[in-house]
């Protein structure tokens, strides 16, 4: 997979869980791009996503984070 | 560690007169399903339905007391009722631990309730570590 299928996958998944149509994610979006994207959302989208594609992130990995991409880059290591 | 996949649960509960007059009398549905003999036999059922949100505070029980710690908190719950609750069942309720994830301390369950080995109601729960 590459970097951009994850993040149309990672999409979807954001647009599931806000229940928001039309948000579209980039590279560089971050928590304040997203309303509503507040500390209990953050878990049910870390879990939605290690769900999604079969990986597991370390509590240290999460909070290295900048924004998505750097997110997909985790994902796309495992 | 305290959770890991396939860790596993179990406790009986009554469905006591207590308890039902109590539901009703703190959350005042008197629906007639659950306060009605003819009613509900009427509707095709053995007697009046306990409301389902009984179960839902057995699981409230479940976690905040059964666990092997006391910090917890609920991140999201579904129940899926299969077959109808009434006066005085005993229900074995029984969990396992589905999913661990550690990157944010969130524990996922499935659990059922069952009577006499029937499926009553079963769904998932996830929690956090706090």
New interface residues.
Partial sequence: MDKEQALKETNEIFVDMFDDEDIVLSYETTAEDVEEWDS?T???L??AI??HFKV????K??QSWQNVGEMLDCILTK | MLFKAGDSYEHQFLVSEELYSGFIHLFEDRNPLHTNEDFAQGKGFESRVMHGNILNGFLSYFIGECLPTKDVIIHTQEIQYKKPVYLGDQLDFSATVQDYYESVQAVVFKYQFKREGVVLAKGKIQIGLI
């Fill in positions: 209990l953050h878990i049910q870390v879990v290690e769900k597991r992130f370390t509590s990995e999460i």
